[in-house]
């Protein structure tokens, strides 16, 4: 369902309003966060933000759908890593990258929501494909773009698997001494590594 679609269920386009789309988003990200992907409904969405479970199909659609727009919400400041990276010197690109990624992750502001939403939804495949599209269509493609090298999807990921595997280990799972040791050590070891991933042979 296009976005021009979900918008014609439920109330006419004259009755919107941003404060109640983000209400609905809000209570969105919290029944996501708490209850994890499968066990939210937009019943339970809509309940939460204190409205008609219409109101919540006319701004958003389906369930993915509204999961999609809680999760790009929660994910911009990771998303404007393309904008912090562009003026980088190419040999600069693995520090910048690394750098960029865990001053998102190190931010309580910015890492706690994010936390939620992932641990919402590692375990469903459709909560999956959601972070897969945003990642990829708004982050490593526009990343890639300014990679005037062979293989460069492939040199993305490689890069951006080091960053998050760094994620889940330090963050989600708390797997020690990478939990506690200060990120700039962390930084310093794995810049290197992005940066061979990213212009290496």
């Not at 939210?40 to 008609?52: L, P």
């Not at 219409?54 to 919400?73: N, P």
């Not at 490593?140 to 760094?166: F, M, N």
């Amino acid at each position: 369902m296009t976005g021009a679609t979900a918008r014609r269920r439920g109330r006419p386009p004259g009755t919107e309003s941003a404060g109640t789309r983000d209400r609905i988003l809000t209570a969105a990200r919290g029944e996501f966060s708490e209850r994890g992907y499968e066990k939210t409904s937009v019943r339970g969405i809509a309940k939460s933000a204190g409205v008609d479970s219409a109101l919540v199909h006319h701004y958003f659609g389906t369930k993915e759908q509204v999961f999609e727009a809680a999760v790009a919400v929660v994910l911009a400041p990771a998303l404007n890593a393309p904008d912090a990276l562009a003026d980088a010197p190419v040999a600069e690109l693995g520090e910048r990258l690394a750098r960029y990624f865990f001053s998102v992750w190190e931010n309580p502001v910015t890492r706690t929501p994010l936390l939620a939403i992932v641990r919402s939804a590692v375990n469903n495949d459709t909560a999956v494909a959601v972070f897969r599209r945003l990642v990829v269509g708004q982050l490593l493609r526009r990343i890639t773009a300014g990679l005037d090298l062979p293989d460069a999807d492939l040199r993305l990921e490689l890069a951006a698997s080091q960053l998050v595997g760094c994620m889940m280990l330090r963050y989600v799972i708390g797997v020690e001494p990478l939990a506690s040791v200060d990120a700039e050590v962390i930084i310093t070891r794995v810049a290197p590594v992005v940066q061979l991933h990213l212009t290496g042979p």
